[in-house]
């Protein structure tokens, strides 16, 4: 019988692979180890026992520690067998990977025990750092980063690095990497961050990559040019990934550009009398072509700053009196007001000293290269021409802005601004009523009195942060659904005049700009399974496809009614969650009908209609016609404990209450 237990001991100390034994109750501290683990780590067998502490997990790579941390902790919950990778640090500093194998276990007495098994897996790890080696030495850059609103990188290769002039961290210094990992729209140009974003949800919707050009910001604050495409995937931890690999285009964009512009320029010199380059990058200004007597010509092919540049030409060729004309025509340039104008170039009419020495008009133009490189024109106006501009500036200073919009026949709506930012409503169809959030009923009211734009527009389907662009800019285009005919609707906002004046108000038109288009009809299967997701961001999806709800509101009832599981909740409880700094009156609640309606016309889109119940006014979830991530963990069954990691309903504040009692039921 001794043989057999000295065997046993044998097999355990020498067979075993790193065999050992955990108290997984508090303290958590090693109870037994075999020599080979010993072996394994280069430690003498008391450098791991020790009752008050875990002496084993201090030698697990820091980078590793919380996830083990984890393991352990899920060990100790239940009786069960769990496997983890991890990297643990030999005492000569060597990484060895392992594959952890554990099975816990409750003793007689209380306490319990975990038995650990571990096989070493560093050579089929090495193998992988070969494949990444390649990824390493290809001439292309590659990351991989979370599919969250604000994306993480996850991974990005040497060849990224060096694209993007990452430096050398040294001591006491900030680690620029780090912190550019930690939001990859860092390194994106704000005018190209919008774009970017539009991309991923493009490529997280279709599920399909996309290729194409855009701008990077490198480390050091200049500008790299790469092409390449993005593309989603599921990691090996099975979490949703965005992947991109690109390539540096720098230089063969600065050549494709510079040929460009030497094309228009070429066309443009037998029409224009001066032409000059802006580069909004650089900040610069450099004059390309020019009279031979121009102030320029002793400039010609010299690259200035704008501010100096500006300055001269203002100071030495255009009329005093004209001078503010042409800043104000240049600021709204730089402040990309005339970004979203179409059909002719945006224009400026001044007056000039010729080459001859004459007063003369010019008209000058931008003529766009690419998204920082425009071309500015100017010739000089014949006397035809002077006198038709004056007849139409005559004709425009007659018009009456607001009996304009009130009588324009495809004109849908018009208001009137203050110069305080008051607002009063002169005209809307019903369609855009609904489109700024009110009925008809209680947009009647509004055109008796000024409303503040922020409250006006506070209910809207675009932001008031759209609206004060408008405003600042002098026009706008939103889209909205229009529910009772199923069609998308584009809308354009025009200003009287795109200065504020502190004396005159400003009228806003608004009209279609185009036919209304009919919203595709999704042919799904006649089965639709419904999957709900509410660890992490809360979406929906009907198959493998995701909803997309057109109105936040009617997304976030259906989170709220997913949260209640099941149980009915009534008008006035959504309205409070909903519109949560907002008082209940009969305006919050006919908002809140239409809310629902909007919740309930989306479901019907997708066929699936009979998720939500509702009588007299209340509504629930339909538990047993959605497969949720939620239900599915509350439901008890071992294959779904690990759902839960921490985050719920991250799109609302008010999930963060399910989310306490949740948190507290896994320390239990």
């Not at 000295?6 to 037994?32: A, C, D, M, W």
């Not at 909903?578 to 016309?601: C, G, H, Q, T």
């Not at 294959?639 to 399910?658: D, K, M, V």
Request: charged fraction near 30%; aromatic fraction near 12%; hydrophobic fraction near 35%.
């Amino acid at each position: 019988m001794s043989d057999v237990l000295y065997n046993i001991e044998e097999v355990l100390n020498y067979q075993i692979t790193g065999f050992h034994k955990y108290n997984l109750s508090r303290p958590v501290h090693l109870t037994y180890v075999s020599h080979n683990l010993c072996d394994m780590l280069g430690v003498a067998k008391n450098e791991l026992l020790d009752e008050k502490k875990d002496r084993y997990a201090l030698l697990v790579h820091p980078s590793d520690r919380k996830n083990y941390s984890k393991f352990l902790r899920s060990l100790a919950a239940k009786e069960q067998t769990l496997v983890t990778e991890y990297r643990l640090m030999r005492t000569d500093g060597v990484e060895i990977y392992v594959r952890d194998t554990m099975t816990s276990k409750k003793t007689k007495d209380g306490p319990m025990i975990g038995t650990s098994v571990l096989t070493d897996i560093t050579d089929l790890k090495s193998e992988k750092n070969d494949l990444e080696l390649l990824n390493e030495t290809i001439p292309c850059g590659i990351l991989k980063y979370t599919c969250e609103k604000q994306p993480k990188i996850t991974y990005i290769n040497r060849k990224m690095i060096e694209f993007l002039r990452f430096p050398e961290v040294k001591e006491g210094e900030l680690d620029y990497l780090e912190m550019y990992k930690s939001n990859i729209f860092l390194m994106v140009p704000m005018e190209e961050r919008r774009r970017f974003s539009k991309y991923l949800n493009n490529v997280y919707s279709a599920e399909a990559p996309i290729a194409g050009e855009m701008t990077l910001i490198r480390c050091d604050g200049t500008r790299l040019r790469v092409f390449g495409w993005v593309t989603k995937f599921t990691n090996e931890q099975g979490a949703e990934e965005f992947q991109s690999v690109c390539m540096d285009i720098t230089e063969s964009h600065k050549l494709r550009k510079a040929s460009e512009t030497g094309r228009y320029i070429r066309a443009l010199t037998d029409v224009y009398d001066n032409i000059f380059e802006l580069d909004t990058e650089a900040n610069s200004f450099k004059c390309l072509h020019c009279e031979e007597d121009s102030y320029f010509s002793s400039f010609k092919d010299v690259t200035m700053q704008t501010e100096d540049a500006m300055a001269k030409w203002l100071a030495n060729s255009v009329v005093p009196d004209d001078n503010d004309l042409v800043k104000s025509f240049f600021q709204d340039f730089y402040e990309k007001k005339f970004a979203e104008q179409e059909g002719e170039p945006p224009q400026v009419i001044f007056r000039a000293q010729s080459s001859t020495g004459e007063v003369k008009q010019y008209v000058g133009i931008f003529i766009k290269i690419d998204r920082s490189v425009s071309l500015y024109c100017c010739r000089r106006i014949n006397d035809i021409e002077e006198t038709d501009i004056l007849r139409d500036e005559n004709t425009q200073l007659k018009a009456d802005m607001k009996k304009l919009v009130m009588n324009l026949s495809d004109g849908i709506a018009a208001f009137e601004v203050t110069p305080e930012g008051l607002v009063k409503p002169l005209y809307a169809s019903e369609n855009v009523s609904e489109f700024f959030g009110y009925t008809e009923e209680e947009w009647l009211p509004l055109t008796e009195k000024f409303t503040p734009l922020e409250t006006f527009v506070a209910y809207s389907e675009a932001s008031y942060e759209e609206f004060a662009e408008l405003l600042r800019t002098g026009e706008a285009e939103f889209t909205y659904f229009d529910y009772k005919t199923e069609t998308e609707r584009r809308i354009k906002a025009i200003c009287s005049q795109k200065e504020a004046s502190s004396t005159s108000p400003r009228f806003v038109m608004l009209y279609s700009v185009e036919g209304n288009r009919p919203v595709e009809k999704k042919f799904l299967p006649e089965k639709r399974r419904v999957s709900i997701r509410t660890f992490g961001y809360f979406d929906v999806f009907v198959g493998d496809r995701p909803i997309a709800f057109r109105n936040k509101k009617s997304k976030e009832l259906l989170a709220l009614l997913v949260d209640r599981k099941g149980g009915y909740i009534t008008s006035e409880e959504a309205i409070g969650f909903l519109w949560e700094d907002e008082p209940a009156s009969s305006v919050i609640l006919a908002r809140y009908r239409k809310v629902a309606l909007r919740l309930k016309n989306t479901l019907e889109e997708y066929g699936i209609p009979d998720i939500i119940e509702a009588v007299d006014g209340k509504r629930r979830i339909v538990m047993e016609n959605v497969d949720c991530d939620l239900y599915k963990y509350l439901s008890g069954k071992e294959e779904y404990s690990q759902l839960f990691r921490g985050s719920y309903l991250t799109n609302y504040s008010w999930g963060e209450l399910t989310l306490g009692e949740l948190i507290g039921n896994q320390d239990l």
